[in-house]
């Protein structure tokens, strides 16, 4: 079943495909830590590793790293190995050893023997969801990677049981319907709101309730949020609520949504009944560049003349 698929299972038969039976076995190495290099792949935050540091210089390193060693470098002079699994005890060592403590110089790895760069990235990305509490920017960007990530296997010939979002809500442990609102935050949520997305200013919810807003409600969002205005759930979702089609005439049913401005591209505001004429009156306005139609009275077709006017640019 699609929930019990795991990461395990992915490379095992990936290897099997590849005749690489023994692509997971490993031996422990003890190597110096110039000679271990970060991940490429690697997009998780390792900040603040104080604790880490403190506890690792206290009773030592508690947990191996994982590795897997590169092609040959002649221009390093030394064998380098790849971090596949450890990028904040990594840290942390760094930090010890550039402090002066020499004695963690030598870090205990996990040496992979053989592993491809998907096996690569499948096991950082398992190691991370599996060891410490992920951000939800940290899982919906997780989420879009193990997308791409089983897109390339089947493109190998790997054959999957289940549909793809059901598989990548069972690695990562969350309902399909969560997979889902991470597809329309990474699909459509604007560059500037996903960073404060990242950062935490704003929370799950919000950011998918922004990221289905047009890019213009987005800019407006955001600019309030900058000067203060709290991002909340419910004023996005009352963002989008506010653009609605504007009624349909029931003399004419065909009259169709507002077109933009044909001159700046803005939107058009419908301004019925609101001229101070004294009379019942429409006109329809451009929201930017404020060119108008003319006034349609009650008797010349009202609010339906005056839509059909501007959408056909009479």
Known sequence: MPGKF??????????KKEGEDDALAFKIEHIHIEQILPSEFNNYSVDDVAELKASIELIGLQQNLLVRQMPENSTHGYTSYELISGHRRHK?????????????QRVPCKIIKSIDDIQA?????????????????????????????????KNEGYK???????????????????????ESIN????????TEFKKGNINITTAYEASRLDNGQQAEALKEH?????????????????????EIDSLN??????????????????????????????????????????????FYGGRDAALKAWNARV
Request: glycine share 6%; with cysteine.
């Open 187 to 194: 699909k459509n949520l604007a560059p500037e709101l996903t």
């Open 253 to 298: 049913p065909t009259v169709q949504e507002l077109k933009p401005c044909p001159f700046c591209g803005e939107k058009a505001i419908d301004q019925s009944d609101s001229t101070g004429s004294g009379m019942a009156s429409w006109r329809i306005s451009c929201s930017g560049c404020k060119v108008f139609t003319p006034l349609y009275a009650h």
């Open 6 to 15: 795991n990461v395990s299972q992915l490379m095992n038969e990936h290897s």
């Open 92 to 104: 942390a060592i760094t930090e010890l050893v550039s402090e002066g403590k020499e004695g963690f």
């Open 160 to 182: 999957f049981t289940g549909k793809k979002r059901e598989i990548i809500a069972g690695l990562l442990g969350v309902s399909a319907s969560q997979i889902a609102r991470y």
């Open 121 to 153: 990235e499948l096991q950082l990305i398992f190691a991370n969801s599996t060891a410490r509490r992920l951000s939800d920017y940290e899982l919906s960007r997780q989420a879009q990677r193990l997308k791409e990530l089983l897109t390339e296997l």
């Open 226 to 246: 900058k000067i203060g205005a709290t991002l909340t759930p419910d004023n996005v979702k009352k963002r989008r609520e506010k653009v609605k089609k504007p």
